[in-house]
């Protein structure tokens, strides 16, 4: 086993409003990381935002993608989600939810009714991942995984613990079905806890603080949130809690093929963007029923 190291330390580089619902901070890929994060495409941090109570729920309405996934981590509030594809879920902090978009669906997320009616505050984490080309046109899929089918590892130090969501960690799988390589951790460190974190070398790792003070790989991290890259080499990352810590590790094999965005489209051309567009346009992704 060898130690990664930390490459650099990055704070948010946009801020802005995902319908009415998500104030977000985006920390890539407007940060200028793309490559280096790959197969990771964006991650947006939404909250904690506190919100008052209504009676027509906020949130984003119907939209499409193409060409990637979504996956959205809750710790605080509740999302509902309904798609073109008839699949419909609430997650509450906790639950996970993963969602294929490949050949092309259109969805909505809106701030679940009961948070919407009494407010409170509303944090999750959005994040984008990139299939490879020969997936890219996969039939949409829905993954709602709940907060007790994760399973834990416990880490050193009382209270420190590890959520698998997806990938393998010290022999335990996560219930998440991925199209290549990815882990993900959901990690809580109580304060003063010393631990390694063992990775698959030679996939991109990056961490997103979302609260606490820590040392990454002998780094000290402050002033979370924060995202810190960690190079290729090496499997082994040591962290020391300062303070309480909520950490989101990410870890992935690069794909290595071009990259053509537009919007919620993620293709490998821009020809192949071209058609997305008219496809949504003209209703091949499907359309949401009026509730």
């Known amino acids: 086993m060898s130690a990664k190291k930390l490459i650099s330390l990055h704070d948010a580089g946009s801020h802005h409003w ?6 977000v ?7 200028g990381l793309e490559t280096e994060v790959s197969p990771f495409l964006m991650l947006d941090y939404a909250g904690p935002t506190d919100f008052k109570p209504t009676e027509k729920p906020r949130g984003v309405g119907e939209h499409p993608h193409r060409g990637f996934e979504t996956v959205t981590i809750a710790y605080q509030g509740s999302v509902d989600h309904r798609d073109s594809g008839g699949n419909k879920g609430t997650i509450f902090p906790g639950d996970v939810q993963w969602m294929t978009a490949g050949s092309g669906i259109v969805h909505e997320e809106m701030h679940e009714k009961e948070f ?8 999750m984490v959005q994040l984008w991942v990139n299939l490879p080309r020969v997936h890219k046109m996969t039939e949409p899929k829905y993954q709602a995984l709940i907060s007790k089918d994760i399973p834990q590892v416990r880490l050193d130090g009382d209270d420190s613990f590890a959520r698998v969501i997806g990938g393998t960690f010290n022999g335990v799988t996560g219930p998440a079905s991925t199209f290549s390589p990815v882990t993900l951790l959901d990690v809580r460190l109580a304060a003063g806890t010393r631990t390694s974190v063992k990775l698959e070398a030679g996939h991109n790792v990056v961490i997103f603080i979302l609260s606490g003070s820590l040392q990454i790989a002998g780094r000290e991290v402050s002033n979370a949130p924060k995202l810190a890259l960690l190079d290729t080499q090496g499997d082994e990352i040591e962290l020391v809690a300062r303070d309480a810590s909520k950490l989101l590790i990410m870890s992935g094999q690069p794909i290595d093929e071009p990259i053509a965005s537009y919007g919620p489209f993620v293709m490998n051309t821009k020809e192949e963007l071209m058609t997305a567009i008219q496809d949504y346009q003209t209703g091949k992704m499907g359309h949401l029923s009026a509730v």
């Open 116 to 123: 919407a009616h009494n407010g409170g505050t509303f944090e």
């Open 18 to 23: 995902v319908g009415d619902g998500f104030p």
């Open 25 to 31: 901070r985006n920390f890539f890929p407007s940060t």
